[in-house]
């Protein structure tokens, strides 16, 4: 049944589609075949979706979701002809999910920013299970927002020809921004990370090189640091750093200033987790000479424990005299 739900799918007959499909999920439901399930409610969610239903495409979905949640060790298995193709089965699920909580055509409640948020952190641990093929952590969680104050969480997940950054203050406030960027998200990153590359840089050698030519010219070493300066800071790095900034930083500036935010957490997704947040400029500063910048794959760390103080026997020694 769920074949054939599949196959009206395709030749969006979408009332039939439905009605096959929730035929077929009876049927697994009724079994307690649940990775079944998991598909089946995903191939509800999509007609769903294609009808513009989208509470009804967001239950199913989330129902999916859910069981994919429950199945989070069953999903990683230990032969390669019976592991889950994760890029094509799991991540999809996701994406989608999020991109439904998140529709441009409706301003997302709290609660379902919340949602779109808990998705992106298991999508992170998701990825993390499939790259180390074995469930990471199954320990309780702590929020890094409710033992840090004064900082904020920055989620990004990158959707088709859209951006969306959601951002959770210290009061529990989630803001939201959706940015259309018509596939150029890898466009910019490329663009900044082979500007901030090293060979656009002097290494340590080339540096010392370039001081020893200033100092042997005219004997001033400041002269040698004004060389250096002036040949980093032509770099053309500002333009994608500050498209950057205005995608994830901008929108929030005001409600980051009223809520006396200090620290900015990021949970970063696909390509931008190739390039540091700190080189973020907003035209005039680097965002970390605004804040303090934390990387993170995901705001839930493991319950925090301060280290035991205990006394600690050191010996130190050293010469005063250079060996000959």
């Keep these: 049944m769920a074949t054939l739900g599949q196959w009206y799918e395709l030749e969006q007959q979408w009332s039939q589609a439905e009605i096959t499909t929730k035929q077929a999920l009876n049927y697994t ?29 967001i239950q199913s979905y989330t129902r999916t979701y ?40 409706i301003e997302p409640t709290q609660a379902e920013l919340a949602q779109a948020r808990q998705v ?38 990158i959707l088709k020809e859209r951006l969306e950054v959601i951002i959770s203050l210290p009061d529990g406030k989630l803001l939201h921004q959706s940015t ?10 490329g663009k900044l990370r082979s500007s901030i590359a090293l060979e656009n840089f002097p290494t340590l050698a080339s540096r010392s090189s370039s001081l020893e030519t200033a100092r042997t010219r005219d004997d001033n070493p400041s002269r040698g640091i004004q060389i250096i300066r002036t040949k980093t800071q032509t770099s053309n790095f500002r333009p994608p750093a500050e498209q950057l900034y205005n995608w994830l930083i901008a929108p929030f ?15 970063l997704d696909g390509v931008l987790r190739n390039i540091p947040m700190a080189v973020l400029h907003d035209g005039k500063q680097y965002l ?21 103080r205990s006394q600690v026997t050191t010996l130190t020694a050293g010469l005063s005299e250079q060996s000959q």
């Design 120 to 157: 992106i952190e298991s999508l992170q641990l998701a990825e993390l299970d499939n790259f180390f093929n074995e469930a990471c952590i199954q320990a309780n969680p702590v929020q890094i927002d409710q033992i840090a104050p004064n900082t904020a969480v920055i989620y990004s997940i």
């Design 29 to 57: 439901i009724g079994y307690n075949f649940q990775d079944i399930a998991s598909e089946v409610f995903w191939q509800l969610g999509r007609i769903e979706q294609a009808q513009n239903k989208r509470q009804a495409a």
């Design 253 to 267: 500036t005001k409600e980051l200033e009223l809520n006396q935010v200090n620290t900015l957490v990021f949970v």
């Design 180 to 189: 259309q960027t018509e596939d150029s998200i890898e466009e910019v990153i």
């Design 288 to 308: 970390i000479e605004q804040y303090a910048v934390v990387l993170t794959p995901g705001m839930q760390l493991l319950d925090p424990q301060p280290l035991l």
């Design 66 to 105: 859910d069981l994919l949640q429950s199945l989070r060790s069953d999903l990683i298995a230990t032969t390669p002809d019976t592991q889950f193709s994760f890029r094509d089965r799991i991540e999809p699920v996701y994406r989608e999910l999020v991109e439904l909580l998140l529709s441009s055509e």
